[in-house]
Structure formats: C-alpha cells, structure tokens
C-alpha cells in the first residue's frame, strides 16, 4: 500500500506471508526494510526517500529477492510513486463507510457497487481522469461488528460462533483477516498500491458507538470478551492504518516505531506484547496517545481528527476532544492558508433538526429532567446513534469558535474557506454557515463509500433532517435549557443516498467538489462505470458577486449538477 507521500520520499507499507527483507526499486535505485511480527503476522514499512519532486515512477516491490509486485498478469498499469509537486494545488479524494463484500450480482444487490473500485477501474483505463494526490479514508474502513458471510466463515472455522462475541471479531488474528478481505481485490489492490492513503477510524472499525457515553464504555468493558476486541482493534489499526498516515519524521517520534528501526540484526522483531500494553494504555488513558495527524499540502492545510478514541466521558467534563486533543486542534486551527479541511469522521454540522435533538438528547440523559429521564435519554442516545458533535456541545462550541476566529482573520490572514470533511451518516450532503463576511463555512459530507441505507430508513433520515425536523427541534433544545447555535447553517445541497467517492480540488476560482458512484451496465457487474452523482462550485468569497444569496441565505454558486437519488 502507498501511503504517506511527500515532495521528496513515499512510505510502502506491505504485510508478507513471513518473515522477509522488503524492497522497493525505482528509477534505478533500491530501498529495503526488514518486517517485524505482530501476532503471527508479519509486516515492514519501506521509506523510499531523495526522490525528486513532482515526477512518477513506476516500481517494483521484491520479497526476499523475488519481484512479488505489480502482478504481470493483473491487467492492471505498474504502480508508481507519485511524489508533490511544489505549487501544485490539491486534489484529493475523500469517503467513508465501505464493507467487504464480493464484488458479484449479489453483493452489489445487497451493498449497492463499490464507489472506490469503480474508481480505480477508472483511474486504470486511463480514461482522461485526473489522479488525486492522495485518498482520504474516514472511517469504518472495517466492519468488526457486522460481518461478511466470507468473514464470518473464517471465524467458524477457527472458534464456535455460538459464544460471544459470535458473528463480531474476536482478536488480532479475526482483524488481520478482516482488511485482507478489505484490502485484496485486484482493482482496490491496486490503487491502493499506487495512489497515497490517509486513514482515521469511525465506531465500527472497533464497534457501533464506540465510545458513545461513560454508561456504553462501563458495560462493554464489564463483558469478558471486550478487553481482547479493543486492544486488538487498536493495535491492528496502528499497523494497518495508523502507521502509514505519518510522516517519516512523525514515525520516529513515535515510541513503538522507535523500537522497529532500533532493532539490530539477529531475529525478527516481535512486537505482539509491546503493542498489546500500548493499545491497552491508549484505550484507558486517551490522552497518552494523539491518533489525529495534520499535514500541509502548499496553501492548503489538511487537518485529521480523532473523533472516538478521544473523548472524555466523565459527566463532569464531557467533551468529543479531550484538553489535550483539543489543544492540539488549538495550535493547528490558524489563517494564513487559502483553504483550511478539517476531517472528521462525524460530520461538524449535522443537518441543523438532527443537532437539535442531540444537543437536547445530551442535557437530558445528563439530568436536565431529571433521573428517570436520564435513563430513557440514555437508552434513546444508544439506540439512534445520538453521539456526533451535535450531543457534545461544549466541543462543538470550542471548536465553532475556532473556525469562526480563523474565518474572521483573527487566527493570521483569512482563507478562503473552512470546510469540514466528513462521513458516517450514510448519505451525503452539502451545507454552509451563514455569514456576510470572511471566510465561508463549509461542511461537505460523503458516505457511504459501499453500504447504503436501507429505503425506509432514508425516508426516515430525510423527514428527521430536514423540513420542520430545525424548529421543532430547536424548542425541544431550548426546553432542556440548551442555549441556540452560535451561528445557522443551511442546507446547500442534498441529502442523497448513493454509494460514492467524493473529489475535492482548489482551483483559481475557488473549491471544486463532486461525487461519483459506481454503475452497473448490460450486467457486467465486475467492471462498473463511473459516474458524477453530484458537483458545486464553491467560490472565494473575492470574487462571489455580493448580491449571491449565499452571503446571507447559503445556496449553491453557479456552474452545479446536481443528479443524486434523494
């Protein structure tokens, strides 16, 4: 897999079948790395570095000598290292939610196409489709809790699936298996071999509403299998997901990555103990670990966000950011850029009805109406996934202040935009904050990448989110004493329902966003179409005409398509 990816150096990551020496030779030159062992699993990390900026490479990768990839016989183009081009500006793909099902009649009947294969068949046609420089993953890039027939044949073939935790993963050997069947099929495969990779975790790449109240942590942890799930939940995503989003430098910060590259000679490396404690450490104390990350890409800053592990439960100081994350988001929201994203797995602003009834949710299952009402105010915030930025409204608040000061250039020179990136919600959207100056508030959310919403449901979301859903739930919040927004937002575009992959790109203009999905024609299941469900142009507040309704009333500028399934 390609992953960190800079001006001058790429990170490969690579799992092999044992023990090995990894390398990577392009443009004549060779890098190599040892792989070190987690549980049986065996993994290395090659840092190709003293590239050259903006030119591609194609490579090849060898196991102990033997060129293992590209696959001749793949019918798919060599991979190659792509470094940045100074000046460039981005372009960057962006999703979330994507189960692993096969890729045949049956599984696109029940999970719709996947949006990320029929993107790389695209990108592998060389059909004129301009590459991203990197592809922004934003949780659940697994399901631990709601499984494949395929996955769940491999757990009965290991453990009986009679006891807990039943069809749900179990352990580090169920979570490797997991992202292979993620991860292995030949289209996704290869882009992922090619194309940079950043990745955070949502719930399920651990469980449903992870996280989601003090009362949901105690009894998950008071169930005799939840210490295993969620030391190997964490430790697996900091080999396969985490240890790719940082950069070379970051990753000798990093005191478990210290521990690989200060490994002599002699046996492999075996980090399976060391690995198991840190994880088992980051879960309980979340402040000894910051799993968010922030890169720079030119005049566009790209912010990470951990938005599960973490938060701080205590009813006293309940918040989505703990002191020290926040912080750390603190230092990292500033001006002076032409565009600040923030992503985050949880969309910022939740369709404004949604937010409404969360932040009431919140004061009343901390006691707003009392006790028997805190009960049935928990019970409701478990069962209907009450938990985004909406029902912790002290970090909302934070973190609305710090994009306000940044759009209002009291954190350096305004940008262009702030806009949150986010997912989850499994559909999409598209809202603005109404301001009439500064910087424009943007929040544009796309999910799921493969795993839609049932019908009913939709209908269900859309009624809730929208319509009279704002004010009634706005005199729900007030009659838990909550006090209103700091600032409205307003729908600009959506909801709609389809399986996609969104495309952000800066241009002169201003911000280009749309959204493709996979299609399915004359039956040829294995080989979908690409096509835009839905695009909008999103101009700097310079050169937007003053008389744009979007100053005051947020519509979307002109030059949008608009074709998604409501």
């Known amino acids: 897999m390609m992953r960190y990816v800079d001006e001058t150096s790429a990170s490969i990551w690579v799992e092999t079948r044992s ?20 549980h049986g699993h065996h993994y290395a ?27 001749p016989a793949s019918g798919f183009p060599p ?10 500006p981005l372009r960057m793909a962006y999703g979330s939610c994507r189960t692993s099902v096969p890729h045949d009649v049956s599984g696109n009947r029940t999970h719709g196409v996947d949006s990320l294969r029929a993107y790389a068949l695209a990108m592998a046609s060389d059909d004129g489709l301009a590459w991203p420089d990197l592809v922004v993953f934003l949780g659940d890039q697994v399901y631990a809790d709601s499984t494949s027939e395929e996955m769940q ?35 996704n495969r290869w882009l992922l071999s090619t194309l940079p990779s950043a990745m955070i975790f949502d719930d399920h790449d651990i469980r449903d509403d992870w996280n989601a109240s003090l009362s949901w942590k105690r009894d998950m942890e008071a169930k005799p299998w939840w210490h295993e799930r969620i030391v190997s939940g964490l430790s697996s995503y900091w080999v396969y997901q985490h240890l790719g989003n940082l950069s070379p430098q970051e990753r000798l910060d ?101 937010h409404h009834v969360e932040s009431w949710n919140e004061a009343v ?18 069962a209907v996934d009450l938990e985004h930025w909406g029902a912790f409204q002290k970090s909302f608040r934070e973190v609305a202040a710090m994009a306000t000061e ?5 954190r350096g020179p305004s940008p262009e935009t702030v806009t949150f990136l986010s997912g989850d919600v499994h559909f999409s959207y598209v809202a603005e904050v109404e301001r009439s100056s500064g910087s424009r508030i943007i929040q544009a959310v796309c999910s799921p990448i ?28 007030r009659s838990a004493r909550v006090p209103d927004p700091p600032f409205r937002w307003t729908r600009v575009e959506g909801p709609w329902f389809n399986n996609n992959l969104a495309s952000l790109e800066v241009a002169p203009e201003g911000l280009k966003l749309w959204w493709q999905t996979g299609v399915v024609e004359d039956g040829d299941d294995l080989h979908p179409r690409l096509e835009r469900v839905a695009s909008l142009n999103v101009a700097s507040p310079s050169v937007r005409d003053s008389s744009d309704p979007a100053v005051k009333h947020p519509r979307p500028d002109a030059g949008r398509t608009f074709t998604g399934q409501p």
């Open 365 to 382: 299952s901390e006691g707003a109406w009392g006790k028997f009402a805190a009960r049935a105010g928990e019970k409701l915030r478990q």
């Open 153 to 187: 044949e491999f757990i009965r073939a290991r453990r009986d699936m009679g006891e807990p935790p039943g069809e749900e993963l179990k352990d580090y050997e169920e979570y490797a298996h997991l992202y292979n069947l993620a991860w292995s099929d030949p289209a």
């Open 406 to 410: 940044v759009a209002d250039g009291k």
């Open 254 to 354: 990093d005191a478990i990555w210290q521990r690989v590259v200060g490994h002599g000679s002699g046996s492999e490396l075996d980090l399976s103990e060391e690995l198991d404690s840190f994880a088992e450490r980051a879960d309980q104390d979340p402040a000894s670990y910051r799993w968010s990350f922030c890169r720079d890409f030119g005049d566009t800053r790209l912010i990470v966000l951990d938005s599960r592990a973490a938060r701080n439960l205590a009813p006293e100081a309940r918040a989505l950011l703990d002191d020290e994350e926040m912080a750390w988001l603190d230092s990292r929201m500033r001006g002076g850029f032409r565009h600040l994203l923030v992503a985050t797995s949880l969309p910022f602003l939740l369709p404004m009805g949604l």
């Open 19 to 38: 023990a090995a020496r990894v390398s990577v030779r392009a443009g004549g030159r060779d890098w190599a790395a040892r792989s070190f062992a987690v």
């Open 79 to 88: 991979p190659v290292i792509a470094t940045l081009k100074p000046g460039k």
């Open 450 to 477: 493969r795993n839609p919403l049932p019908r009913l449901m939709r209908s269900f979301g859309a009624v809730m989110a929208y319509g009279l859903a704002a004010p009634l739930g706005a005199l729900v919040a």
């Open 45 to 71: 990390l090659v840092e190709v570095d003293g590239l050259e900026p903006g030119t591609v490479l194609p490579y090849t990768l060898e196991i102990n000598g033997t060129q293992c990839w590209p696959d």
